[in-house]
């Protein structure tokens, strides 16, 4: 199958989320690589995707999971080499299925060459240049340059000791201390990132994930400027902001844009930038990155008036600069949908992962069959719908990880405050039995649950009304159905239930909580749960034709 030149083939793309380590392992080591992901092309197929985004499979030394890079333009040697990485783009190209990779600009790892070569020269350096390296504070430089904190630390500053034995330098890291942040004042860091642009775009790559697109740029006038806090909760809308969401970003963006735009079809961009939805478009619009992540379903509750707002202000923001909204449940940094709608509303869900999920009980089954009507709900919608791999399968989140095999930095680095993100980065279950539920030969970088044995590709595959199914057949149906990029809302006088509908006649009707809900149609063409006599239960969606 040849790629269509479609320039506007991402707009209601349908992309799937691959998180390398954790998909397949070819070698029986424990590690998901990219022979894994090759082999299972044909499943991949079997999802009618257009597209794949791989997590970063650059070499690293997984201090948080791969977004600590080491070299942008490799491949980990535990993962594969650029043979194979060749290999695996021309196998899902010819499967119809384009690729995004991951760009981590904000910070590199500290086992990059770059800071390498900075420890080991003096401060003032060209090497020392490309980070953001500062004198402390206090009689002896002994207190941090700024209050700045860090997502995965107190603070976002880490000393280093000199060539000379003395502690010296601080050096600024928003994330974990293996993550030092680039300097983007300096043209070589910004030249640099253009060259791993194209090293990718000319190896046939379709589109970049660009990791924390908001925070590469900061204000680094001196004295530096005091931020306490990262202030997500109180964002800025003026771009003058200390370490996020600057006005200068932008200027970025341009560049990264004409380089897209040098090949046929251009190539596209999603940011993951986390800044108020009225400061997408900056991020979204045809003249920077395309598109932007939209994470207002990672928090909305299985709620009828969260949905329908998210929804409407989705599409609004969209709108306004020609980009086309995404839509999101589940990531490798969030609690699994399912997980999240099978506990109580008012359980903090990551209280509850920090305690193993012992303080409330999960409804496993109520979960996964509101999952699969919000899957279903978010299909339907015109735009492009991101997806996670294993939320096919309606996995649950794994919540018996013991706390010493924990991988996250975020569990440390936070002073034991959060469990962190491994409970969703589990090895994938393709199989009923074997030593990694048919992950690899071998075992499994994290630990499975037991009940992988129930809940795996394979006691679904072909099973009519499981979660694979579900998912195959609307995924399928909605490549048929897929038109203009318009909705249309109908009443449908039950506050439990949402109704709209897209040109061509294709309808989506979703009960939340509601008693069942009659309604009228001339062919059912998919539902999330079996349904009977044109009614609608609790926690099901319905496509139909009227
Ligand atoms: C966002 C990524 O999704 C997350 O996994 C990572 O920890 C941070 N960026 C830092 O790169
Ligand atoms: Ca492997």
Known sequence: MS??????????????????????????????????????????KSLSLDAVWLSPFYPSALADGGYDVDDYRNVDPKLGTLEDFDEMLAALHEAGIRVFVDIVPNHSSNLHQWFIDALN????????????????????????????????????????TEKDGKPGQWYCHLFAPEQ?????DNPEVEADFIKTLRFWADRGV????????????????????????????????????????????????????????EYDPPRVAVAEANVPIERMPLYASDKTLGQAFNFAF???????????????????IADKNHSSSTWVLSNHDKIRHATRYGLHPIVDEKKWLLADGK??????????????????????????????????????????????????????????????????RVPLPWASTGSSYGFGSGGSHLPQPTWFAETNVEKQDGKEGSPLEI????????????????????????????????????????????????????????????????????????????
């Open 3 to 44: 790629l269509s030149k479609d320039a506007n083939w991402w707009r209601q793309a349908a992309v799937y989320q691959i998180y390398p380590r954790s998909f397949k392992d070819s070698n029986g080591d424990g590690i998901g690589d990219l022979k894994g992901i090759t082999s299972q092309v044909p499943y991949l």
């Open 121 to 160: 020269s003096e401060p003032g350096s060209p090497e020392r240049a490309r980070y953001i390296f500062r004198d402390g504070k206090g009689k002896d430089g002994e207190l941090p340059p700024s209050d700045w904190p860090s997502h995965f630390a107190p603070s976002a500053w880490t000393r280093i």
């Open 180 to 184: 030092p942040d680039l300097n983007w």
């Open 206 to 261: 379709d589109g970049f994930r660009v990791d924390v697109a908001h925070a590469m740029k900061k204000d680094l006038s001196e004295p530096l400027r005091s931020q306490p806090t990262l202030g997500y909760e109180n964002p800025r809308l003026d771009g003058k902001g200390v370490f996020f969401d600057r006005a200068e970003l932008f200027d970025v963006y341009r560049e990264w844009r004409k380089v897209f735009n």
């Open 298 to 316: 990672l928090d909305a509750k299985f709620d009828p008036s969260d949905y329908r707002d998210t929804v409407k202000k989705s599409l609004e």
């Open 359 to 424: 303080t409330h009980p999960l409804d496993r089954e109520a979960g996964t069959r509101a999952a699969l009507a919000a899957t279903m709900f978010i299909l339907a919608l015109p735009g492009c719908t991101y997806m996670y791999q294993g939320e096919e399968l309606g996995l649950h989140e794994v919540t018996d990880i013991p706390h010493d095999q924990i991988q996250d930095p975020a569990y440390a680095g936070n002073l034991y405050t959060e469990k962190g993100r491994d409970g969703c």
């Open 471 to 546: 998912y195959r057949k609307a995924l399928a149906l909605r490549k048929k159905l897929q038109g203009e990029e318009l909705l249309m809302w109908h009443e449908t006088k039950n506050k439990e239930v949402l109704h709209f509908s897209r040109p061509g006649g294709w309808n989506c009707m979703i009960n939340f909580r509601g008693y069942s809900h009659k309604f009228e149609a001339k062919e059912i063409l998919h539902s999330s749960a079996p349904i009977s006599d044109f009614t609608l239960p609790a926690g099901t969606t319905v496509w139909f034709k009227v």
